[in-house]
Every structure is written in C-alpha cells, then in structure tokens.
C-alpha cells in the first residue's frame, strides 16, 4: 500500500472496505473477505492469489537476453555517518523481474552486510551478523508495524522489527513509536529481504 503512496482512508473510499478491516488485513489478522477481495486486488495492482495467500501464479519465464536488469550498489554500514552512507563498494547486477517477484520493488534498492543479528518474533525469520540483506531507505513517517529495519542509535547500529504495540518482555528486537526520534533511535533503512547464496 505504501508503494502506490495509497492510505487507508483512499483505499477505503475506492473500495468501500472500512478502515477497520483494512487495517486488520494489513497486520495480518485475516485474509480479505470475497467481496473484498477484488475490488482491494483492482486498488492495490497485486494478483488476488497473492493477498489471500501470499503466493502468486507461477510468473512466465522471461529469455535473459530479453530481460531488464538493474544495478544494485554495496555499502559497507562501518562507512555510515550522519552525511550518508559513503561510496559503494561495488555494484551486482539482479533482473528486474525476480526483484519485483520477490521482494515486491525493484526501485532504490541497495545491499548491505549485517553488523548484528536480529531475532524475529517467531524464530522462522532470524537474522545473523554477516548477513547480505536487500534495504531500501525509510523514513519514520514511512514506518509501518512489522517492518524490519536497521535503527542508528548513539551506541552503534540495531536490526529490530517496528512495532505498534508495546514490547513484551522477552522482546529485546523491538523498537516501539515512543523510541523512534534524534536522540533514541533513528531509522536507516528497511530490511526486504536476505540474499541467499550457494555454497
């Protein structure tokens, strides 16, 4: 929803789906129901398969000579500063197709190394320093519950999920809107993905 700059209350206008459900469907607390299924499938410009189940239709195989490939930069995070992130290190050469496939954008993208581990909320999605992961900078307005991003604080760089609601306990990988600003923890860029490699 955020990639077509679309809120709740246009989403809901356009569809006639009230916010409340929206917002539901969006932290994942159900599936669309069916007489919403297409009308938010027509707003948002994603396959119906794919906001029921996650899973699209099998995507037609494109020739790699007829493919459109885009350029994505390495930055070093030790070469971070409150001026940027430095220079790239090099550039890596993905298709555009399998971007769009997998992590849903093909646009602004860059990777980077982890300098610390993140431990999702049920275990299946860990994060390990050393990690290559696909980012994409955010902003705080931009933050949305169950992003995953690397926060800068004064103590060095965090890989933590952004959460609405307040942390539970054992939750240590979890930044709440009360920690997000200047002098706590400041949003670098959102996690889409983990680039795995053959070994």
């Given amino acids: 929803m955020s990639e077509l700059k679309l809120t709740d209350a246009e989403i809901s206008r356009q569809t006639g789906i009230p916010s409340s459900s929206l917002s539901r469907y969006r932290k994942g607390e159900g ?3 069916a007489e919403h299924l297409f009308p938010l499938s027509d707003v948002l410009k994603a396959d119906a398969r794919w906001l029921v189940s996650g899973v699209t239709a099998p995507a037609s195989v494109i020739d790699a000579e007829d493919a459109e490939w885009e350029q994505l930069p390495f930055f070093d995070l030790r070469d ?10 090099y550039w890596t050469p993905f298709r555009k197709d399998w971007l ?10 860059y990777l980077v190394r982890l300098l610390s581990d993140y431990h999702s ?10 990690d290559l992961v696909f980012c994409r900078e955010i902003t705080p307005v931009e933050l949305q519950d169950g992003h995953v991003v690397i926060w800068r604080r004064e103590q060095g760089l965090k890989v933590a999920r952004y959460s609405l609601r307040p942390r539970e ?4 990988d979890v930044i709440t809107p009360e920690e997000v600003g200047d002098d706590q923890f400041v949003p670098v860029a959102r996690i889409l993905g983990k680039y795995l490699q053959r070994v």
């Fill in 31 to 33: 599936v669309p129901k």
């Fill in 80 to 89: 971070l500063s409150d001026t940027g992130k430095g220079r790239p290190h």
């Fill in 100 to 109: 769009n496939r997998a992590l849903g954008t093909s646009v602004d993208l």
């Fill in 121 to 130: 909320r049920t275990g299946d999605r860990d994060l390990t320093e050393g």
């Fill in 169 to 172: 306990r054992v939750e240590e």
